[in-house]
């Protein structure tokens, strides 16, 4: 791939998550209509209104490229190139006024996310990862933090009850007794946070690939590591139990962890 293509994707998706938080921003703490999805998931104006302007870009600016997103239908899925958007990671938070929601945009090459966003509209604050260059937060680089061992991490970890079943919420368990401090809430905000080097490990279970894609670059630019519960690469194919950390020896523990 061309780094003159690499620029242009990216400048794209910078584009939509100036977009998108615009919109957003304008929603956050009003009186609109929150509706809930099959999954009993919420989902409001915002989160469609968002979605559908970053779709109208990308249709204009690489009408080949495909689209994944929370709540619209796929287009072209076969793509080589791939856009994956979550309007707002943490609906709960945003409808409850917590201004720890975020948007996450991803673009995947052949499978495999090479640019990733994670964007928080209300706090101003921007994280940028693109395969190959280090991660960006509002402009500046981030590193992630040395950690050599679970009885020194901190863990994040959205709510205790994503764990479904008793397999999971027992590997979970296993970890969270291993650590130093473990932490509840935050969405895409921890996976951040890792990266910038306040937090050492994330570790969930149930997502779906708009919500982890854009995770990938930003926590791999700034030193870090992101993948399934058995050390495999996060792709559209995977299972939705995901862990992040800043250090691999963290994060070879806590797999070890996970694994019993």
Known sequence: MKQADLDRFADLAERLADES???VRRYFRTAITVEDKAD???VTIADRESEAAMRELIEAAFPNHGIIGEELAP???DADYVWVLDPIDG???????????GTLI???HKGQPIIGIINHPSLQERWVGIRGRPTLFNGKP????????????????TSPYMFE????????????KAVKLTLFGGDCF????????????VVESGLKVFDFCALVPVLEGAGGIVTDWQNRPLSLHSDGRVIAAGDRRSHAAALACLAG
């Open 165 to 176: 079943n008793a397999h999971d919420r027992e590997a979970y368990e296993r970890v969270r």
């Open 75 to 77: 287009t072209r899925t």
């Open 91 to 101: 609906t709960k938070s945003f409808v409850t006024g917590k201004p720890l929601y």
């Open 190 to 201: 921890a996976y951040a946070l890792v990266a910038s080097g306040w937090a050492d490990l």
């Open 40 to 42: 009993a998931s919420p």
């Open 21 to 23: 938080g615009a919109i």
């Open 142 to 157: 981030v590193t992630t933090r040395a950690c050599e061992s679970l009885a020194k991490a901190v863990v994040y970890t």
């Open 106 to 108: 991803a673009l995947l």
